[in-house]
DNA sequence: AATCATTTGTCCGTATGTATT
DNA sequence: GAATACATACGGACAAATGAT
């Protein structure tokens, strides 16, 4: 008879710790697929019964699986095993719906607020006159409900007004630029940075704390090569890798 | 008389803390060059003399400018401000000295260690038949002393034989090349993540706790397409952003 | 709308083995 | 060997968020 591996028991004495050992099964168990992505782990007391140790044994393995992004514990409700990093092509086309449905995942965009605002570096860089009003909109968009990115943009508020309606109603920028007249637009320049995540971002990116996000700053331009949109975003760094097309 | 704004005492009562004000006389000192990029900062006990507050209170002002990235403390020598972020164009060509150089500043690679390994991974994206040993070279980049990045590097062995001491001589990947005959290389795929730092890297890269580091993954590929060099490099995310063109 | 069971997060402990000085 | 410090493991209580009834 084979020997069922999810019903050994931890081996004490055996100069590994019990944390380690039980966080290196449930690694395991992940990688091999039997629990699968986006899918909710056996609670705490549940693990605990299994491999017969104290819930704060099972706890510390489980910290150490979100530390490594392999889970996400969620209070109140359990830990999940969290989405192979998406890879988010940074290329001259710029489509964040597009760019997760070819991951075969669900795109989300959810509008945070709306403001008009005077603000001189990205009226700098949308190559407008100083004091030009501008139109600052704050989203955060996810995928398979599981929140990506935060990102801020500015546009010249005469030519967009009204942009925001649209955009409440798809939640995509690029239909909102389509009800405006705008059927392509590409990237012009683009820097890379990374920080940890403030706790506003935490909350919202549902990030524990600690974690790094990858800040993409990006000026787009329409089909005429003049800029558009300036626009800042904060990627939860361990949901993504940003992939450079040479 | 004009005001000495360096002579203003700190304001008590303001309703503004005093590590607070500090903090901003600080960083507006920093931000109009009285104290320039790599500068050192006077010491903790000159400032505060200078302002007349506990060193304590210095210090917490210290942390803030230390957390925002704009000066970094060095144990036993002393504050120093840091440098701005480093531009570093992510395109085809790949040249840490010629970039850094670009940016004005004094390029260098310090040999960390050359190890023979067999690696699946790295030899699967190398195209090369599973179990080919690899050369695996550590080392470490900075710019006018301050380190940059980290970084791990996969060669074929029996290609690259005795590429290390031309390593260590130069100091440079590109030179090492082209001691081997390898005149031209180019970026074949990129992928970008980010982390917060681990306690090795903020050791090599003089990095306080917590910071990130930005993830650059590559495979470089010689004049006729063939891949030569798997690289992983963790960039100090304070000192550079990485600049795509597209 | 209010209550309740479930689940994770945080805190107070105690005991024990291991490594260092 | 003794003293010390540290990591490991366990026990229990309660807070806080969630989802269902």
New binding site residues.
Partial sequence: MPIDLDRLP?D??S???????IAERIESEITTGAFPPSS????????TERF??????V??A??VL?EKGLVR???????FVEEAPLPYPIGRRVRFSENVMAAGRAPRGRLLGVATVVDAEPTRRLGLPPRTPLLRIEMVSSANGVPLSRSTSWFEKARFEGLEAELQRTGSVSRAFAAHGIADYARLETAISARPADPAEQDLLEL?PGRAVLVVDAVNADAEGRPIQVQRTRFAADRVHLVVKS
């Avoid at 100069?15 to 050992?21: A, I």
Wanted: proline residues 5%; charged residues 25%.
């Fill in positions: 931890v004490r004495g100069g590994v710790s019990l944390w380690r050992q909710q782990l056996p609670s705490e007391s549940e693990l017969g140790v104290n819930r704060h044994t706890r510390r489980l910290a979100a514990a969620v209070k109140g409700r359990g830990s524990p």
